[in-house]
């Protein structure tokens, strides 16, 4: 039996902020958007032109929920955007206002650098060294 993890839950404090941000500053694409009663939507947003895992956007529900928005993996990188053109994507989230904690380094594996969504997680882009 094949398996593929298809989805990864994102908390987040607002729906349309987020689906805002990953779609402007990321440029994925909004792949679902399903109102599901009680102010609850199901929201899936991948990388553009990408047949792999998406992200659920969850709005938090409740204290414990909210306190873990933007800290879901406790400041570690969370998730890990691959591109196969880093200067470019690297630029135009710059100039869409996507905030890099650190600059772009060299690494064995690949080009890297960190980067917060709009509620700090921390994210890599990474554009790795294909290796034979």
């Known amino acids: 039996m094949n398996q593929h993890l298809s989805l990864v839950s994102l908390l987040v404090a607002d729906y349309d902020k987020a689906i805002a941000f990953f779609t402007r500053a990321l440029n994925f694409e909004l792949c679902e958007d399903t109102p599901l009663g009680g102010g609850k939507r199901w929201v899936v947003v991948r990388p553009r032109g ?33 591109t196969v053109d880093f200067e470019r994507d690297h630029a135009r989230m710059t100039a ?3 905030h890099f904690v650190e600059p772009p380094r060299h690494e064995p594996y690949g080009v890297v650098a960190v980067f917060e969504d709009l509620y700090g997680n921390r994210w890599d882009l990474i554009q790795s060294i294909k290796r034979s």
Request: proline share 3%; aromatic share 6%; hydrophobic share 40%.
């Open 50 to 82: 990408s047949i792999g895992s998406g992200l659920l956007l969850a709005r938090a529900d409740g204290p414990e929920q909210t306190a873990r928005i933007g800290d879901q993996t406790g400041g570690r990188v969370f998730l890990f955007l691959e």
């Open 96 to 98: 869409a206002g996507v």
